[in-house]
């Protein structure tokens, strides 16, 4: 049963009085459903696309429904330059973008948030980059944890330099619970939206 199957397919009965999960109860969830809920909780703004048609048409109408044709969108990809050229206005300079928009390197499902490195914004600093974002990503991206996803990085990489600069994007504000955690060190609250591709 695929992930959107075991989401929609079944009622969700929402109970006001009920107490959200434990952590043990959170163990238990597949780390798709622990993902989505996580990040949805945080604020995060996902569309589930089963092919790469329905991801094209999800960027242009968010592009749309925010108004922002006219607005420079800092991008620094260049198979997304060229795929949403006639979408949208790209520019690699990242003075004063309203957009970021970027793939990522991995979902951490504990966290609800986007793992990226240097490979994706070339040295710029997180806290540098504006605070609408717009991530593409796979299904198959998503990880239980942080320590999942950075052995899966130093997998791809045997033998290769690290990549560098590795930061989390979430959407929360910071506050007593997670001002600690290094992974959102510096990281400020963003309009993120998560373009989630299928591909199981």
């Known amino acids: 049963m695929g992930l959107f199957d075991r989401i929609f397919g079944k009622k969700i009965e929402a109970d006001e009085n009920t107490s959200a999960p434990k952590e043990s109860e959170s163990e238990l969830l597949p780390v ?57 206005q790209f520019t690699d300079r990242h003075s004063k973008p309203t957009i970021f ?35 593409f990503a796979r299904t198959s991206q998503m990880v239980g944890s942080i320590s999942e996803a950075l052995r899966s990085i130093k997998q791809r990489h045997l033998g290769g330099p690290l990549p560098t600069k590795i930061t989390s994007f979430k959407n929360n504000e910071v506050n007593q619970e997670n001002k600690d955690d290094f992974m959102h060190y510096g990281t400020k609250t963003k309009n993120l939206y998560l373009l989630l591709l299928e591909d199981f």
């Open 101 to 135: 928009t970027t793939k990522c390197e991995h979902l951490i499902a504990n966290q609800g948030s986007v793992l990226v490195c240097s490979k994706q914004l070339k040295g710029i600093k997180s806290e540098e980059l504006p605070e609408n974002l717009i991530v």
């Open 32 to 88: 798709d459903e622990l993902f989505l809920r996580e990040f949805t909780k945080s604020g995060g703004k996902f569309l589930y696309c089963e092919n790469q048609e329905e991801v094209d048409r999800f960027f242009d109408n968010i592009i749309e429904e925010n108004g922002w044709q006219e607005k420079d969108i800092l991008c620094l990809d260049s198979e997304l330059i060229d795929r949403y050229a006639s979408m949208a």
